[in-house]
């Protein structure tokens, strides 16, 4: 029986959700397997990596070949590394202590890479935000310059509007002034200019 280490898919449509499975070849995608090894989520930015070493390393010296995208996981998580030097130590090329001390600072240097991802991440979406909210106070000095000038017109049609009712009394009371209003007026003003 040829042993594989692949993903098994779980999860909804359009949100996958991986299992990360020690499976005879012959078998399903999603059917039986022998060992479940953990879980990968690619739905998180950085994929969430959930994965048991030591179970992938027994698989692996066992026989157990990785699909492509498994050996990738098993990789970036470091089981492939700590296979290799376990490995070294059965040949004594290297000591247990010497192997763990690599396998520790490989760790190290791989969580401090990812902290700087996250990191990075963060700020990117920081400054996005930021981004947006400068252009909302652009968008919202605009709308408010604008409604500004639309009542600044509006003030100053007002006043030209009662400046010209202004104007037209003051020009209808001189003609009042100077035009008599009744019939009687008029007889009083002849009746002066024949005397």
Do not use: C
Request: glycine share 6%.
């Amino acid at each position: 029986m040829s042993v594989k280490i692949r993903l098994q898919r779980h999860g909804r449509k359009g949100k996958p959700f991986f299992w990360i499975v020690a499976a005879d070849s012959r078998s399903k995608r999603d059917g039986r397997s022998l060992e479940k090894l953990g879980t990968y989520n690619p739905n998180t930015n950085p994929a969430t990596i959930d994965l048991d070493i030591d179970g992938a390393v027994k698989w692996l010296q066992n026989g157990a070949q990785p699909t492509d995208t498994a050996r990738a996981i098993l990789s970036y998580k470091g089981a492939l590394l700590k296979n290799h030097l376990a490995g070294g130590v059965k040949k004594g090329a290297l000591t247990e202590e010497q192997a763990e001390t690599k396998y520790q600072a490989w760790l190290e240097e791989k969580a401090n890479k990812v902290s700087d991802k996250e990191g990075k991440l963060a700020k990117a979406e920081e400054d996005a935000k930021l981004a947006i909210f400068e252009a909302e106070k652009a968008v919202n000095a605009s709308r408010k310059a604008a409604a500004d000038e639309i009542e600044n017109e509006a003030i100053k049609a007002k006043a030209d509007a009662k400046a010209a009712k202004e104007a037209a009394a003051k020009a209808e009371e001189a003609v009042e002034d100077e035009a008599p209003k009744t019939i009687d007026e008029v007889a009083e003003q002849a009746k002066e200019e024949e005397k």
